[in-house]
């Protein structure tokens, strides 16, 4: 049984050309609003890792999955753009037949393994701080090797799970004529695992961990009150988990419509769209909600801002110093010769008096 199927799903489109890549005007129409939010969050991810490169204080081993977090974040936008520009770009009517599979595949399961990725990397993140906060541990120096496995388990698994499906016919790679590619799911145990694994078991994970977190910080800060001592560290906890709070929650309103649509609906379909349009708008925030929650991002932005002051002061000051000297100028000519005159004057009235003075007897 073969799991590539065509069809044409969108009027107007010529039959005739049943592999033609290039997408119809209404499919271009509806895709224009992600291309502009696209465009916003390239400027935005562009900017945060123009503050990487420039300041050593956030490139730290505890911000790693932040960072591979943002890194699904681009690889989400080349695969838009790289997407738009064939279909719109494209030409050929009759492309190769391995090309065409190769762009079908990529835009069909690109977008829900990034998203997956996403879903277990905040997993990780979670995980990671709740041993910081409960246990005062740091797993990025005591437990390296349990970190690179990890990042290759959450890496491999997504793959592992769409390439199976795919194998034994649970899912089905659906050429639309005019429009994007996307999975069709054959079996309705599949959808059912695919939320379970990529949705629900993730985010019900995650609020478990936010739970224990949240408690552990209740009962110490009670401890704390009791003793009317509340230390720098819970402080810090304190702030980690509303900062994960803030987050998740924005993060999860954006980016869990298109994981469910995903599943039970073609990429050419009104809602789907919709879907999509929230996930690349929570994809533009990303950089702005993180740089904005993390201490070490908010004082680049106090230190840049203030070299930014001083140097247009600098400038300023410097304007209004050109006009004062030039005058001290004249002024200290003009002194100079004054004082010359003056002591001119002073000479002459010493010859006159000694003139008059009687001469010295020899």
Known sequence: ????????????????????????????????????ICIVATITHSI??????????????SMQWLYAYLVTDILLLMRFFVGFIVHTMSTDCTPTKSWSLFICYFEATFDNYLNMLEVYILLALNICRYVQIVHNRSVYISHVKLLVCSHLIIYIFPLAAFIIQLQINWARLRQNIGASCDI???NIYAQIINVII?????????????????????????????????????KYNRSLVIQFLVFYA????????????????SKTSSITVIASLLNYIEIALDPVIIGALD???????????????????????????????????????????????????????????????PAPII
């Open 48 to 61: 945060f890792w123009f503050q990487f490169m420039l300041y050593p204080s956030v490139r730290q081993r």
């Open 198 to 234: 990529g949705f629900l078991l993730p985010i019900l994970l995650n609020l478990i961990i936010l739970y224990l977190n949240m408690r552990h910080i209740r009962l110490t800060s009670r401890l704390g009150s009791a003793q009317h001592h509340v230390t720098a560290r819970e």
């Open 295 to 357: 201490v070490r991002f908010q004082h680049i932005w106090r230190s840049s801002r203030r070299r930014i002051l001083n140097a247009l002061c600098s400038e300023g000051a410097n304007a209004r110093r050109v006009a004062p000297a030039t005058t001290d100028m004249f002024r200290s000519s003009a002194y100079g010769r004054s004082a010359a005159s003056i002591q001119a004057k002073q000479a002459r009235i010493l010859t006159t008096h000694s003139n008059a003075l």
């Open 250 to 265: 924005i993060w999860l309103i954006l980016w869990s419509p298109n994981i469910v649509v995903y599943q039970f609906t």
């Open 1 to 36: 049984m073969s799991n590539f199927t065509l069809s044409s799903e969108i009027n107007g489109t010529n039959e005739t050309c049943l592999t033609d890549l290039h997408w119809t005007q209404e499919m271009i129409d509806y895709q224009r609003p992600l291309l502009y």
């Open 184 to 186: 069709d799911f054959t």
